[in-house]
């Protein structure tokens, strides 16, 4: 029995690893600190020229929480158009990066490190121009959002 579980154990982790060295790249290049601290929570824009947020793994985590901050997920977001775009990670655990010109309304939704989905937004729900997330995923939630980005299905698994 004991055997078992470590063989079903280990898989999970063996596609983490291999997840995390892929394809994305592109503008921003992902492999580097993409664990660790960087700001999380707060708005990305005030000092970079992207956009971006942070997955937490609690609505109401505080900015600079560090030890809530989802590590190693990032968020798709799916188009109207029935194109996707998956934010590059980093810099710091939880934080991902998001270009300030998206090109139709979206769903917003979060994978894990094995890119499998784990929470998403109401239907596309959000409009082109949120593409600042913390502006509104603050630590009580501001424009109607309900708290932070968070790493578990807030309306319920579908
Ligand atoms: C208060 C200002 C500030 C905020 C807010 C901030 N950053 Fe940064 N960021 C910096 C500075 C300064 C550097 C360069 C520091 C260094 O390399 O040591 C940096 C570097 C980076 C880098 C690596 C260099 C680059 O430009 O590609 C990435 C990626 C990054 N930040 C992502 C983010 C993301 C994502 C957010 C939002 C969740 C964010 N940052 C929020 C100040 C900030
Ligand atoms: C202008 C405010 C605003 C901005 C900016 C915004 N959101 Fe939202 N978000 C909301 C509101 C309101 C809801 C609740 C209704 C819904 O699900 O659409 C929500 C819900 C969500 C949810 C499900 C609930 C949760 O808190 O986990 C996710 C996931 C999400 N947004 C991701 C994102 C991502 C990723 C971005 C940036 C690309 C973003 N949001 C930018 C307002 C915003």
Redesign the pocket.
């Known amino acids: 029995m004991r055997e078992i579980l470590r063989g079903v154990l280990v898989l999970p982790l063996a596609l983490a690893f291999v997840s995390c060295g892929g394809g994305e790249g592109g503008e921003?290049?992902e492999e580097?600190?993409i664990t660790g601290s960087?700001?999380?929570?707060?708005?990305?824009i005030?000092?970079?020229s992207?956009g971006?947020?942070?997955v937490f793994t609690k609505l109401n985590a505080a900015d600079n929480d560090v030890n809530s901050a989802a590590a190693y997920h990032t968020v798709v977001l799916l188009f109207e158009d029935g194109s996707s775009l998956t934010a590059p990670r980093?810099?710091?655990s939880g934080?991902?990066?998001i270009p300030s010109s998206l090109n139709g309304k979206f769903t917003a939704t979060v994978v894990d490190g094995n890119g499998k989905t784990v929470n998403k937004s109401l239907e596309l729900s959000h409009t082109p121009d949120r593409y600042n997330c913390?502006s509104c995923h603050t630590q009580s939630g501001a424009s109607g959002a309900p708290g932070r980005i968070i790493n578990s299905f807030y309306y319920g698994a579908k």
């Open positions: 921003f290049g580097e600190h960087h700001y999380q929570g707060q708005q990305c005030s000092c970079h992207f971006g947020g942070t980093g810099r710091g934080n991902f990066q913390n």
